[in-house]
């Protein structure tokens, strides 16, 4: 009886230790599917304490975890590089021939090639990538090749915090997958096995996601991207320039003609419109005098010509009158 006793005690607390670690366990997983990195106790050899320690004369903490620094505890900014370059060059052929020698002697590559020929214009554009380190030295090496014209447009972009918090996220999903790994291989459950392989694979996959960005910007920092577009004027090209020039030049002149009448024509319009009401009122002054005037004109029209009329009989009674005498 006392050997039976004995049994089940030592299966009960056998069953409550399992019951402990299983729970456990699955807090554990709770919070890594939460995205929070756990923190591993003094048994399993890694201190609580060390993610306290004051941070080393060479070395930079963020709030946001780890910074990037070099020896001197500056901060190793990483820029991306890239500029946009436009060149009217006399020979298209030779031009291009000296932009791929640069570039390769800068240690760089071609990226993207494609060009373009009308009757009016000869054209290329090449994308390049060429060592960050040459990146000015390239850029002055175009612009020693005496272009007829060059425009530039240089861009750089600061991907330091980026970088910085994806690999703080980085070692954050690492430990994840180091404590899954460790679950994984101590677990006898089938179904423990199998939740804990299908979050250590969600792990994974979020941590090549996160290197593989880290690679993009990498080889962005390392490399900047060049894009130039070289274009030649053809003979035809000239001519056109030529005529558009002065087709350019009519139209400017009716245009500026348009301009000056409309400015005359708002002239007169305002010097109306300014005038009117004084020409109303003396409208309605002067109707009455023009009336009166017009009358008088008339009057005085009428009397010119009764003189002239009487003059006229008067004339005649003198031609008659020597006639009769005679007789």
């Known amino acids: 009886m006392a050997v039976l006793l004995i049994v089940t005690a030592v299966a009960v ?3 409550s230790s399992g019951n402990k670690d299983s729970s456990e366990q699955s807090s554990l997983m ?4 939460a995205g929070t990195a756990p923190q591993m106790d003094s048994a399993k050899g890694t201190s609580d304490n060390a993610a306290q320690e004051p941070a080393s004369a060479g070395s930079a903490v963020k709030s946001n975890g780890l910074a990037l620094t070099n020896s001197a505890g500056s901060y190793d900014r990483k820029i991306i590089y890239k500029a946009n ?3 009217e060059v006399a020979s298209y052929g030779e031009a291009q021939s000296e932009i791929k020698n640069q570039t390769l002697l800068a240690g760089g590559y071609l990226v993207q090639f494609s060009e373009n020929r009308t009757a009016y214009e000869q054209s290329g554009t090449l994308t390049v990538k060429v060592p960050a380190a040459g990146f000015t030295s390239f850029i002055t090496k175009l612009e020693q090749m005496k272009p007829k014209s060059i425009q530039q447009n240089i861009q750089g972009s600061d991907v330091t915090e980026e970088f910085v918090d994806l690999t703080a996220r980085l070692k954050a999903k690492q430990a994840v997958e180091a ?3 460790d679950f994984l291989g101590k677990s006898a459950k089938t179904d423990e096995l199998i939740s804990f392989s299908s979050e250590l694979g969600k792990v994974q996959e979020e941590i090549e996601k996160i290197k593989g960005r880290m690679t993009y910007l990498e080889q962005n920092v390392d490399f900047s991207t060049v894009e130039i577009r070289l274009y030649e004027k ?6 056109q320039e030529e005529a558009d020039t002065f087709i350019k030049q009519i139209q400017q002149t009716a245009i500026t003609s348009s301009t000056i009448i409309l400015d005359v024509m708002k002239a007169l319009l305002l010097f109306a419109s300014g005038a009117l009401p004084v020409l109303l009122v003396l409208a309605i002054v002067g109707s009455p005098l023009i009336l009166w005037l017009r009358r008088r004109r008339k009057a005085i029209i009428l009397q010119q010509q009764r003189a002239q009329k009487l003059r006229q009989e008067n004339a005649v009674l003198a031609q008659d009158r020597p006639a009769s005498d005679d007789e």
Request: hydrophobic share 35%; glycine share 6%.
């Open 13 to 15: 607390i056998g069953c």
């Open 30 to 33: 709770n919070r890594e599917s």
């Open 85 to 87: 370059i436009t060149m």
């Open 179 to 181: 404590r899954l790994l």
């Open 234 to 239: 053809l003979q035809a090209s000239k001519k």
